[in-house]
């Protein structure tokens, strides 16, 4: 068996890392993760590699090409080369990630009251108050942050005031903030509320020039609200950063394709049977959501195998 195929198939016999987000969850919860870290760490090996096994052969057919002046085929192995590099750069950025170190999930929880900034840079996560009650302080509370269920009190530069711009010192973590998502999870009067009180719109976004997502508090109506929101990583399959490569008529090039494609095939067809086992698991528990969740990560997988099939 050729040695590529044979790692990407094993790798997932491999022991799953056990990651649990510092509150308390299921057992069914924590074995999607497990299920979901060693899908990314496994087709990540495997990717990286068949990249680079193959890129000293792209590189010499490429001088090959140049030798009998076939200068569009050397340009496209010349951009296949690099891409199969980037992809390369990108599993190592997010290794993190896959291995447990960088928390998939942010679960955030606080006492907003005016207008509030949540940063998340490569180093931590930080307030940046502007100009109203700090978060958590209102009406002389001084109600800690929640982090994964987990309390962090904020060090205000200016801690003795409770009101006016001022910006909390960093709860240092390792995080990747240009491939974080944002989603709303509730507001209300109480922490722990799970419906979303009629507010002015929270909103997350990444800013390119600073390297820094962020969430946005408006909470222009009076009084004070607990507000839950959550980050979270692009979807680990995802986290391969998945290529295209231009076609290319030569033996090297065929024979990278033929790998590629049947070790993805066969992993995803493990990961696939994993997930449909948990999706049992979910119905009982009558977790609808999870349930959906997993009809779309088989759904996405089921069409990737068609597509590699056909070619």
């Given at each position: 068996?050729?040695?590529?195929?044979?790692?990407?198939?094993?790798?997932?016999?491999?022991?799953?890392?056990?990651?649990?987000?510092?509150?308390?969850?299921?057992?069914?919860?924590?074995?999607?993760?497990?299920?979901?870290?060693?899908?990314?760490?496994?087709?990540?090996?495997?990717?990286?590699a068949?990249?680079?096994?193959?890129?000293?052969?792209?590189?010499?057919?490429?001088?090959?090409?140049?030798?009998k002046?076939?200068?569009?085929?050397a340009?496209?192995?010349?951009?296949?080369?690099?891409d199969?590099?980037?992809?390369?750069?990108?599993?190592?950025?997010?290794?993190?990630?896959?291995?447990?170190?960088?928390?998939?999930?942010?679960?955030?929880?606080?006492?907003?009251?005016?207008?509030?900034?949540?940063?998340?840079?490569?180093?931590?996560?930080?307030?940046?108050?502007?100009?109203?009650?700090?978060a958590?302080?209102?009406?002389?509370?001084?109600?800690?942050?929640?982090?994964?269920?987990?309390p962090?009190?904020?060090?205000?530069?200016?801690?003795q005031?409770?009101?006016?711009?001022?910006?909390?010192?960093?709860?240092?973590?390792?995080?990747i903030?240009?491939?974080?998502?944002?989603?709303?999870?509730?507001?209300?009067?109480?922490?722990?509320?799970?419906?979303?009180?009629?507010?002015?719109?929270?909103?997350?976004?990444?800013?390119?020039?600073?390297?820094?997502?962020?969430?946005?508090?408006?909470?222009?109506?009076?009084?004070?609200?607990?507000?839950r929101?959550?980050?979270?990583?692009?979807?680990l399959?995802?986290?391969?950063?998945?290529?295209?490569?231009?076609?290319?008529l030569?033996e090297?090039?065929?024979?990278?394709?033929?790998?590629?494609?049947?070790?993805?095939?066969?992993?995803?067809?493990?990961?696939?049977?994993?997930?449909?086992k948990?999706?049992?698991?979910?119905?009982?528990?009558?977790?609808l959501?999870?349930?959906?969740?997993?009809?779309?990560?088989?759904?996405?997988?089921?069409?990737?195998?068609?597509?590699?099939?056909?070619?």
């Amino acid at each position: 068996m050729h040695p590529i195929r044979h790692s990407l198939i094993c790798a997932c016999l491999l022991v799953f890392h056990f990651q649990v987000l510092g509150q308390l969850r299921s057992r069914t919860e924590i074995e999607y993760d497990k299920v979901r870290l060693a899908y990314s760490r496994n087709r990540a090996r495997g990717v990286e590699a068949i990249n680079k096994r193959y890129i000293p052969q792209f590189e010499e057919a490429q001088k090959r090409a140049l030798q009998k002046q076939n200068i569009e085929q050397a340009r496209k192995f010349e951009a296949a080369i690099k891409d199969l590099q980037g992809e390369i750069d990108f599993i190592r950025k997010t290794e993190n990630i896959r291995n447990g170190r960088i928390p998939l999930t942010l679960e955030v929880e606080s006492l907003n009251d005016g207008s509030d900034e949540f940063h998340v840079t490569k180093h931590g996560i930080k307030w940046v108050n502007l100009g109203a009650a700090k978060a958590g302080r209102h009406l002389g509370r001084d109600e800690p942050t929640y982090i994964n269920g987990k309390p962090w009190q904020p060090n205000w530069d200016e801690g003795q005031k409770e009101r006016g711009h001022d910006i909390s010192a960093t709860n240092r973590m390792e995080m990747i903030p240009e491939l974080l998502r944002y989603e709303l999870l509730a507001i209300g009067n109480h922490r722990g509320s799970t419906d979303i009180e009629s507010r002015s719109p929270t909103s997350g976004h990444y800013d390119v020039k600073d390297d820094v997502f962020i969430v946005s508090i408006p909470d222009n109506e009076g009084s004070s609200r607990w507000y839950r929101f959550k980050l979270f990583y692009i979807d680990l399959i995802d986290l391969s950063s998945e290529i295209k490569l231009p076609e290319i008529l030569s033996e090297e090039f065929q024979s990278y394709s033929e790998t590629r494609s049947e070790g993805i095939l066969k992993l995803n067809q493990l990961y696939i049977s994993s997930l449909e086992k948990l999706k049992i698991s979910y119905i009982k528990e009558e977790n609808l959501e999870r349930v959906e969740d997993i009809a779309k990560l088989v759904g996405r997988l089921q069409k990737e195998n068609e597509e590699l099939i056909s070619k």
